[in-house]
């Protein structure tokens, strides 16, 4: 059993911030080791397919970046917590989406298809 729960989505006006947060427990995690995975924040939008923001390696602490998210996003961890975050800033309408934080074990790349696991999303808004 795993589970993957976001919170902190919102309305905000464009130019605001945002900061999201996932909280991984379940016995999956537990029996594979927290720090033996990879973690990922993806994001769907109406109409259009499920895209890559960024991941980041539990064991290394190393992250990666969409280019549109580079300089405006952050993904941080707190192992202690099983929690990861998205801090976001200088958001754009086109941001508008459903956020998801998804695990995989070992190393991954930014393809959602790697990543078996998948949290319910939070809905993220930014007006004009």
């Known amino acids: 059993q795993g589970q993957l729960v976001e919170s902190g989505g919102g309305l905000v006006q464009a130019g605001g911030s945002l900061k999201l947060s996932c909280t991984a427990s379940g016995r999956t995690f537990i029996t594979y080791g927290i720090n033996t995975w990879a973690m990922g924040w993806f994001r769907q939008a109406p109409g259009k397919a499920r895209e890559f923001v960024a991941t980041i390696n539990w064991s290394g602490g190393s992250a990666n970046y969409a280019d549109s998210m580079k300089g405006r996003f952050t993904i941080s961890r707190d192992n202690e917590k099983n929690t990861v975050y998205l801090e976001m800033s200088s958001l754009k309408p086109e941001d508008t989406a459903v956020y998801y934080c998804?695990?995989?074990?070992?190393?991954?790349?930014?393809?959602?298809?790697?990543?078996?696991?998948w949290g319910q999303g939070t809905q993220v808004t930014v007006s004009s």
């Open positions: 998804a695990a995989a074990k070992g190393f991954r790349g930014t393809s959602p298809v790697e990543y078996p696991y």
